[in-house]
């Protein structure tokens, strides 16, 4: 098995299902090229677990990878691996730099954002209403990415004259059909925006995490537990992964509650409820396919036999790992009322999503209040029509036209 050559990944994820099922098929961790770099796709759940939680593996490229530096010179994916922010940290600095933000998103905190979600919710739904009746809508405009946008945004302090700005540049972070060259340029915006972000804050500070940030670096006995660089990287996660994935969630939801009546009526029936829906969503079209990348810090046999080598890197095969029969019947099948909901969406061990409780609070109010309020909602063109966006990483739809109204 070891001999296959390596799969390569489809950087536009044209067919991803096709995909995942291949590597499935290749055994628990399989080798692939990740737009011409290698690295073991994990997508057996246990295996893969295996790996999340264990100290032989590392997300410090700088630490734990010989690849880094050809790597930050020359790949697409370089900003993915380069960043010095939690989501790249080891041990005990990755402990530091989760604490600073971790208990601003605990699930009480969060729970008591509710009303104020609920009130954004509220606004786009009534500007969807007095949107022409009859003319299709596109709901990630006009709902998918506003809400997870405004979210976020008020929760970091982000002026609402830069929100365009960063929802471009961050699309370019995920957009893995860029050439080397065009993800570079959108590293040096994407930089340049976060430095205006950080300078208006620190001009005009606020009740929001940039500004805690800042006054956390800015403070002289304490500031040295926070590099410019961390926290500048702290902030671009945290804005990032807020601005893209909860999108596809919100947009995967919709296309499936519109293709499969029967999943709609069991929400109606009170079957289900609008939480079953959501973490249905996340196993079945999770928004993050594979997440680059992991290290082994040392030789990690695998149970078939192979060898992680020590050095080489790993990729977390999320969506493949969803949909593995051995851990789910049927697996290909969105069934909101499935018993069995655990899934990798958010990831696993000590980087599981910290805004996970935030997502499952948004999605679950959008999708509701959007189907309470636009009963008669219908896709406005064929679901073989959608197309899938140009990524390896994030799982969503170019487009989502639909008619709020009976026509
Ligand atoms: C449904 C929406 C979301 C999905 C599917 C998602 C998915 C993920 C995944 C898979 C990881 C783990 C990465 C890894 O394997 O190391 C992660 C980490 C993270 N997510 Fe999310 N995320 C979502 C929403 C959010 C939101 C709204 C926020 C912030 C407000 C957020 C903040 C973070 C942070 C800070 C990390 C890094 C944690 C660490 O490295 O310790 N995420 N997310």
Known sequence: MSQLPPYVLDPAGTDRHAEHRALRER????????????????????????????????????????????????????????????????????????????PAFSSRRIAAMRPAVEAMVTGLLDHLAALPAHEPVDLRQELAYPLPIGVISHLMGVPDDQRNDFRELVDGVFDTTLTPEQAQDNTVALYALMDQLIATRRGAPGDDMTSLLIAAR????????????????????????GYETTVNVIDQAVVTLLTRPDQREMVRSGAVTWEDVVEETLRHEPAVKHLPLRYAVTDIPLPDGQTIARGEAILASYAAANRHPDWHGDADTFDAARTVKDHLAFGHGVHFCLGAPLARLEVALALRGLFDRFPDIHLAVPAGELRPTASLISNGHQRLPVYLRAR
């Open 27 to 102: 055994g628990p961790a399989t080798r692939v090229d990740v737009l011409g770099v290698e690295a073991w796709s994990v997508s057996d759940p246990l295996l893969l677990k295996q790996l999340l939680t264990s100290p032989d593996v590392s997300k410090d490229a700088r630490a734990h990878w010989p690849g880094f530096a050809k790597a930050v010179d020359t790949w697409p994916l370089a900003l993915w691996v380069a960043v010095e922010s939690m989501f790249t940290a080891y041990g005990a600095q990755h402990r530091k730099l989760r604490r600073l933000v971790a």
């Open 218 to 241: 800015d403070d002289e006995n304490d500031g040295a537990q926070l590099k410019p660089a961390e926290l500048r990287d702290t902030l671009l996660l945290m804005i990032s992964a």
